[in-house]
């Protein structure tokens, strides 16, 4: 009898704790999609989130073992551009260039959910303020766009600045390096998914860490990222291409590596 009782003791505190973390997990993302309806897309009255000053810039970061290396400095084999022909960025030394008016490129291969790793800097001595500085931008399955911009010292609306997913969540730190120092996004994305008839089941998720800082814990996105509007989802493949974007200033790019999440 009493091992019973303790049997249901057990079973009824792991329900409640169950139960208690779900909701709290349901609330979170209930009170994160609150604070978005509040703003209107590239609000200007949107709080711009506190600086942070990361740690210094250092060497590339190491692929793990079973990584796939999407860009390893030596050639754009893995890229093409948006008509499939060969992408038409520079290289230099260990990394990729925006050539300004080539178009975004995008890789061969897709991909839906991952780990990313992709490492960034914005032109020195920076030209431009607000939007037209250093902008460029990492989109995953080149619809959810993790914005790349010069935001040390430059101000411009907070869904837009660098990390934001944009028009939608402002980081939540703003953790720029200076103008020309390599920086680095670590993005754990979850890609939506749709049943048969492409009705949406689970939404998009990202978390993203901004040289090492955590920028995005686990956001739901609303749909697609967009200039001025906030598309609702539309089915999709479960991979498509990675695709950075030529948004006319000479952003450079190193060391891409992801890891595929099933
Ligand atoms: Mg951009």
Known sequence: MDKIRRYL???ICFFILCSSLSFHSFARQKSLKDSLSQWAIHDPKRPLPPVVTPGPPLPPVP???DAVVIFDGKNLLNWVDSKGKPARWKIEGDYMEVVPGTGNIQTKMGFGSCQ???EWATPRPPKGSGQDRGNSGV??????EVQVLDSYENKTYADGMAGAIYG???PLVNACRQPGEWQTYDIIF???KFDSEGKLLEPARMTVFHNGILIHDNVELTGPTAHKTR???KAHASKLPLMLQDHSHPVRFRNIW???LE
């Open 231 to 233: 598309p609702p989802y």
């Open 63 to 65: 692929p793990p073992s």
């Open 116 to 118: 990313l790793h992709i």
């Open 190 to 192: 979850h890609a939506p």
């Open 139 to 144: 989109f995953l399955m080149g619809l959810y």
């Open 168 to 170: 939608q969540y402002p």
């Open 9 to 11: 003791v057990l079973v």
């Open 258 to 260: 992801l890891r595929e």
